[in-house]
């Protein structure tokens, strides 16, 4: 069979909830507007911009934690507002899902910082929200900071904190996809049947890091489980990455490199 089909490029903005993601300092520019994230109307008129443009999707990073290294303080982070102030990127997703039909948004979620129940509640929530728009970056942390906000002396180790993603994931899997039937739901008002009690099932999971016996609070979304992006970059994060991610960031400045990752 001869191949046709032309490639296709998925276009995704990158942003960040918070005045400067990486391109620190571009808050002084005078056209800038980038001190109005804590607005609604700042994103929801992003989120239409791109999506006029034909973008696919925005994609918004987050950490849990400060930038408190350099200079042994956060003085300089304070000044610039390099990702401090910075908030929730989750709590945008409505309002943006709202005023497009066809944007997608990848939301960064610390899972470290997380309890899996509740994450993969809120995210299955989002799910049926945006109509399956949506899109979970996994990432593991690398901030002492944030250890000490949340009451702990510091990172775990790196391959340990992979260990307990792994964990998290499959948790969540069951959640996402092991709970609920695809008809489950009913909506049967003339025989007062909303749900199926026959199509929902207990979960049960006695594990290292977590353990979980019940069912899952939310039927099942668009996608059940988000699309899920990963940047892991070592050996241990490659391999979680390319167990789980459907969109997997890498970087190099040649093609070939980029062929060596991507093999
Ligand atoms: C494009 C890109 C985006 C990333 N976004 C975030 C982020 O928003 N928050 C975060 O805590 N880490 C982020 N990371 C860091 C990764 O989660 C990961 O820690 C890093 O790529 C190193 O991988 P490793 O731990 O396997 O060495 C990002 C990495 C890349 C390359």
């Known amino acids: 069979m001869t191949q046709t089909t032309a490639k296709k490029i998925l276009l995704n903005a990158f942003d ?12 002084t520019h005078p056209r800038d507007q980038s001190h109005r994230f804590n607005e609604l109307n700042y994103w929801t008129e992003l989120a239409q911009t791109l999506e006029q443009g034909l973008f696919d999707g925005l994609f918004l990073a987050d950490i849990t934690g400060v930038y408190d290294v350099y200079q042994n303080g956060i003085e300089l982070t304070l000044k610039e507002s390099i990702q401090l102030p ?10 943006m899902a709202l005023v497009t039909q066809n944007l997608s948004f990848g939301v960064t979620v610390n899972l470290s910082y997380e309890q899996p129940y509740q994450f ?10 945006t109509q399956g728009r949506l899109g979970w970056n996994i990432v593991t942390g ?60 207990l979960i049960n999971h006695q594990g290292q890091y977590y353990q979980s016996q ?15 992006f990963q940047a892991g970059a070592s ?14 960031f890498i970087g190099g400045d040649q093609p070939e490199k980029i062929r060596q990752q991507v093999n």
């Open 16 to 27: 960040m909830n918070c005045v400067g993601h990486i391109n620190h300092g571009l808050w």
């Open 86 to 95: 910075s908030h929730d990127p989750s709590t945008l997703i409505s309002a």
């Open 120 to 129: 993969a509640r809120r995210f299955a929530s989002l799910d049926h929200l």
């Open 142 to 201: 690398y901030l002492d900071s944030a250890e000490r906000l949340i009451g702990q002396k510091g990172l775990k180790d790196h391959d340990a904190r992979y260990d307990q993603a792994e964990e998290f994931l499959q948790l969540c899997y069951q959640y996402w996809e092991g709970s609920w039937e695809n008809d489950a739901l009913k909506k049967d008002k003339q025989q007062r049947v909303f749900t199926d009690p026959n199509k929902v099932h």
């Open 214 to 228: 019940g069912v899952f609070q939310v039927a099942p979304s668009v996608q059940r489980t988000p699309t899920l």
């Open 235 to 248: 050996p241990k994060g490659l391999q979680f990455a390319t167990r789980h991610a459907e969109c997997i």
